[in-house]
Protein backbone atom coordinates (compact mmCIF):
# COMPACT_ATOMS: atom_id res chain seq x y z
CA UNK A 1 0.00 0.00 0.00
CA UNK A 2 1.15 3.54 -1.02
CA UNK A 3 -0.27 7.32 0.16
CA UNK A 4 0.58 9.41 -2.56
CA UNK A 5 0.09 13.41 -1.52
CA UNK A 6 0.65 16.12 -3.24
CA UNK A 7 -0.66 19.84 -3.79
CA UNK A 8 1.85 21.47 -1.55
CA UNK A 9 4.13 24.58 -2.79
CA UNK A 10 5.10 28.11 -1.70
CA UNK A 11 2.03 30.48 -1.03
CA UNK A 12 1.85 34.06 0.28
CA UNK A 13 0.45 34.51 4.20
CA UNK A 14 -3.31 34.30 3.91
CA UNK A 15 -3.28 32.27 1.08
CA UNK A 16 -4.27 29.08 -0.02
CA UNK A 17 -3.98 25.40 -0.38
CA UNK A 18 -5.11 22.01 -1.15
CA UNK A 19 -3.81 18.90 -0.47
CA UNK A 20 -4.80 16.14 -2.01
CA UNK A 21 -3.78 12.07 -0.81
CA UNK A 22 -4.63 8.78 -3.03
CA UNK A 23 -3.79 5.17 -1.26
CA UNK A 24 -2.81 2.51 -3.64
CA UNK A 25 -1.33 -0.88 -3.94
CA UNK A 26 -3.29 -4.13 -2.42
CA UNK A 27 -6.95 -4.08 -1.41
CA UNK A 28 -6.96 -1.47 1.01
CA UNK A 29 -9.55 -0.05 3.47
CA UNK A 30 -8.81 2.25 6.35
CA UNK A 31 -11.34 3.45 9.02
CA UNK A 32 -9.21 6.84 9.50
CA UNK A 33 -6.81 8.74 6.82
CA UNK A 34 -5.40 12.26 7.99
CA UNK A 35 -2.72 14.70 8.10
CA UNK A 36 0.48 15.68 10.09
CA UNK A 37 2.70 17.76 9.48
CA UNK A 38 6.52 18.39 10.44
CA UNK A 39 8.71 21.72 10.44
CA UNK A 40 12.25 21.36 11.04
CA UNK A 41 13.50 20.89 14.05
CA UNK A 42 10.45 19.80 15.22
CA UNK A 43 8.46 16.79 16.18
CA UNK A 44 6.02 15.45 13.68
CA UNK A 45 2.66 16.64 14.85
CA UNK A 46 -1.22 16.10 14.15
CA UNK A 47 -3.35 18.34 11.94
CA UNK A 48 -6.41 16.78 11.26
CA UNK A 49 -8.10 14.04 10.62
CA UNK A 50 -11.37 12.05 8.97
CA UNK A 51 -13.14 8.69 10.13
CA UNK A 52 -15.22 7.26 7.77
CA UNK A 53 -18.00 5.64 9.90
CA UNK A 54 -19.51 6.98 11.22
CA UNK A 55 -18.47 10.31 10.19
CA UNK A 56 -16.02 12.67 12.36
CA UNK A 57 -13.68 15.12 11.87
CA UNK A 58 -11.09 16.24 14.06
CA UNK A 59 -8.24 19.20 14.12
CA UNK A 60 -5.49 20.61 16.21
CA UNK A 61 -6.90 23.43 17.56
CA UNK A 62 -4.37 25.66 15.68
CA UNK A 63 -5.84 24.95 12.80
CA UNK A 64 -9.89 25.02 13.67
CA UNK A 65 -12.05 27.08 11.49
CA UNK A 66 -8.84 27.67 8.72
CA UNK A 67 -8.42 24.10 7.22
CA UNK A 68 -11.20 21.76 6.35
CA UNK A 69 -10.37 17.78 6.18
CA UNK A 70 -12.17 15.50 3.83
CA UNK A 71 -12.50 12.70 1.52
CA UNK A 72 -13.90 9.77 -0.05
CA UNK A 73 -13.76 6.19 1.39
CA UNK A 74 -14.67 4.19 -1.82
CA UNK A 75 -11.58 6.25 -3.44
CA UNK A 76 -9.24 5.96 -0.75
CA UNK A 77 -8.36 9.66 -0.81
CA UNK A 78 -8.15 12.51 1.72
CA UNK A 79 -8.33 16.11 1.43
CA UNK A 80 -7.06 19.28 3.52
CA UNK A 81 -7.57 22.50 2.18
CA UNK A 82 -5.48 25.35 3.83
CA UNK A 83 -6.91 28.50 3.85
CA UNK A 84 -5.81 31.73 5.50
CA UNK A 85 -2.25 30.11 5.89
CA UNK A 86 0.37 31.56 8.36
CA UNK A 87 4.30 31.39 7.81
CA UNK A 88 3.37 29.22 11.23
CA UNK A 89 2.07 26.30 8.97
CA UNK A 90 4.85 26.05 6.77
CA UNK A 91 5.76 22.27 7.00
CA UNK A 92 6.44 18.96 5.19
CA UNK A 93 3.04 17.87 5.52
CA UNK A 94 1.93 13.40 5.62
CA UNK A 95 -1.10 12.11 4.57
CA UNK A 96 -1.74 9.06 7.01
CA UNK A 97 -3.93 6.09 7.26
CA UNK A 98 -5.29 4.14 10.13
CA UNK A 99 -6.56 0.31 9.27
CA UNK A 100 -5.82 -1.23 12.72
CA UNK A 101 -8.37 0.80 14.63
CA UNK A 102 -12.12 2.56 14.46
CA UNK A 103 -11.03 5.83 16.10
CA UNK A 104 -9.29 8.93 15.42
CA UNK A 105 -5.68 9.20 16.97
CA UNK A 106 -3.62 12.09 17.01
CA UNK A 107 -0.41 10.65 17.64
CA UNK A 108 1.77 9.48 14.96
CA UNK A 109 2.20 5.58 16.86
CA UNK A 110 -1.98 5.68 15.77
CA UNK A 111 -1.24 5.43 12.21
CA UNK A 112 -0.22 2.33 10.25
CA UNK A 113 0.57 3.84 6.81
CA UNK A 114 2.33 7.12 5.58
CA UNK A 115 2.79 8.81 2.80
CA UNK A 116 6.05 10.66 1.17
CA UNK A 117 5.41 14.20 2.76
CA UNK A 118 4.46 17.64 0.41
CA UNK A 119 6.38 20.64 1.18
CA UNK A 120 4.15 23.67 1.97
CA UNK A 121 5.62 27.08 2.67
CA UNK A 122 3.92 29.83 3.82
CA UNK A 123 6.16 33.51 3.07
CA UNK A 124 5.23 36.56 5.01
Known amino acids: VQLQASGGGLVQAGGSLMLSCAAS????????MGWFRQAPGKEREFVAA????????YYTDSVKGRFTVSGDNAKNTVYLQMNSLKPEDTAVYYC??????????????????WGQGTQVTVSS
Open 96 to 113: TARTSRNAISTTTAGYDY
Open 25 to 32: GRTFSSFV
Open 50 to 57: IRWSPEIT
